[in-house]
C-alpha cells in the first residue's frame, strides 16, 4: 500500500469516526443515517419497525458515503462503499449491534432492541473501498422536492411594533 492509500483509510475512518451523521446513496437518492465506525467500517441499522430506512441498499451492492463536518455540517470527503448485510445473530452481526445499541437514542423498546433488530431489521456494514479526497466541483445541493406546502401570510403590519413594546416592558421596573 502507498502512502497516499494509508493516509486516505485513516482520513475516511478518522472523519467518519467523529460524524454522527452520513450520507449515503445507494441506487436511490441521498439519505442521512446515523451510524457506528466499528472493525474499519461503517455500521448502518434499520429498514424495521421504528428505525431509519435505508436507501435502496443491497448486500453486494456499491454505495457513495458522503461524510459532513461535526462543526460546520458540510463535506468533508466522500467514498465508495461496498455494502455487506450482516447475518443475524452471526458473530460479526452481534459485535456491530454490541456497539449500534450503545449508541441508539430513545429505542421505543429499551432492552428487547437487541431482538427485533434480528427478526425486522437489517445490519449493514459499510466497508471503504476508496476515497475521493478533492473537493467537489459547484454544489452538491439537490433541488427541494415538490411540495403542495405552501408559507402561511405574511404578519401583519403592527405585529413587528407589538413584540418590541412587549420586550421593552418586562425590562421596566413596576411601582
Known amino acids: ?15 467518519t469516526k467523529k460524524s454522527g451523521l452520513i450520507w449515503v446513496r445507494g441506487a436511490g437518492p441521498d439519505r442521512a443515517l446515523w451510524h457506528v465506525w466499528h472493525d474499519g467500517a461503517a455500521h448502518l441499522v434499520g429498514d424495521g419497525p421504528g428505525e431509519q430506512p435505508f436507501p435502496e441498499l443491497a448486500d453486494g451492492a456499491t454505495a457513495v458515503v458522503t461524510v459532513r463536518s461535526k462543526d460546520k455540517g458540510g463535506r468533508l470527503l466522500s467514498w465508495t462503499a ?83 413594546r412587549r420586550g421593552k416592558s418586562r425590562g421596566k421596573k413596576r411601582r
Not at 1 to 15: H, I, S
Open 1 to 15: 500500500m502507498t502512502a497516499d492509500t494509508l493516509l486516505g483509510r485513516a482520513l475516511v475512518e478518522e472523519a
Open 82 to 164: 461496498t455494502v455487506t448485510e450482516l447475518a443475524p445473530r452471526s458473530e460479526a452481526w452481534e459485535a456491530a449491534v454490541a456497539e449500534l445499541k450503545g449508541k441508539r437514542l430513545n429505542a421505543p423498546d429499551g432492552e428487547r432492541v437487541v431482538e427485533r433488530w434480528a427478526e425486522q431489521c437489517r445490519v449493514l456494514r459499510l466497508t471503504p473501498r476508496e476515497a475521493d479526497l478533492e473537493p467537489p466541483e459547484g454544489s452538491l445541493a439537490a433541488p427541494p422536492l415538490p411540495t403542495p406546502v405552501t408559507t402561511r401570510e405574511s404578519a401583519p403590519e403592527a405585529l413587528p411594533r407589538l413584540l418590541l
